[in-house]
């Protein structure tokens, strides 16, 4: 959950000062009844890119945030840009696109794997 109090956005339930586990969403979404095909974890973070693009938010911005590494050797050698103020203001928006869909403005609903 995210209550803005602790280190991470994401906090171990079980074990404090600790993030979650990278496998406790996947669990859940199997927990849902979402095979690994119809929609993974990892899926959220493509998810948030091609949004954050349509945005028009830049590229180096959107992958620093994704901690992706620079395919390019010479940039990635030179620049050490860390463009926290523009990431800051791109969470802010994302948390607010969140928010919009989560009281229900644009909700497109996902097709779920029926419960056995």
Not at 37 to 54: N, P, V
Not at 65 to 86: G, S
Not at 92 to 108: E, F, K, P, S, T
């Amino acid at each position: 959950a995210l209550t803005g109090r602790g280190r991470y956005a994401f906090p171990n339930p079980r074990t404090s000062g600790r993030p979650m586990s990278e496998n406790a969403i996947t669990a859940a979404l199997r927990a849902l009844g979402y095979d690994g095909q119809t929609m993974t974890a990892h899926g959220f973070r493509s998810s948030a890119s091609t949004l954050l693009h349509e945005q028009g938010y830049p590229s180096d911005v959107i992958e620093r945030q994704l901690a992706h590494k620079e395919a390019n050797a010479v940039k990635d050698a030179y620049n050490r840009a860390q463009h926290l103020p523009e990431r800051i203001a791109m969470m802010q928006a994302w948390a607010d696109y969140c928010d919009a869909l989560r009281i229900g403005a644009d909700v497109v609903p996902f097709r779920r794997k029926p419960a056995p």
